[in-house]
Nanobody, 114 residues
Framework: QVQLHESGPGLVKPAQTLSLKCAVS??????????WAWIRQPPGKGLEWMGV???????YYSPSLKSRTSISRDTSKNQFSRELTSVTTEDTAVYYC??????WGQGNQATVYS
């Protein structure tokens, strides 16, 4: 059974970096053809795809967030991470890590407050 679990701070201040980790169990993140994504949902809005890291470590980012987002992985811990720099209140959202577009974490509420 594939399970994903996000972890990270719930509150950050403007201009800070929001870092989240996603621990994966049930499958190796290096399993062929698997893609591991970050998706967010701001309050009252729809889902927004942020970026993805592939089983081979390749990364792809949403053009609107590319300048502020980086996704990395730690294969020894079977987890992948995402950093979002220079946050504003517009970055307040529930952040999800998603595996192979089918397995979702429980979501991590991150609020940017001043």
């Amino acid at each position: 059974q594939v399970q994903l679990h996000e972890s990270g701070p719930g509150l950050v201040k403007p201009a800070q970096t929001l870092s989240l980790k996603c621990a994966v169990s049930g499958v190796s993140i290096t399993t062929g053809a698997y893609m591991w994504a970050w998706i967010r949902q701001p309050p009252g809005k729809g889902l927004e795809w942020m970026g993805v890291i592939g089983y081979d470590g390749s990364t792809y980012y949403s053009p609107s967030l590319k300048s502020r987002t980086s996704i990395s992985r730690d294969t020894s811990k079977n987890q992948f991470s995402r950093e979002l720099t220079s946050v504003t209140t517009e970055d307040t959202a529930v952040y999800y890590c998603v595996g192979q577009w089918a397995y979702w974490g429980q979501g991590n509420q991150a609020t940017v407050y001043s």
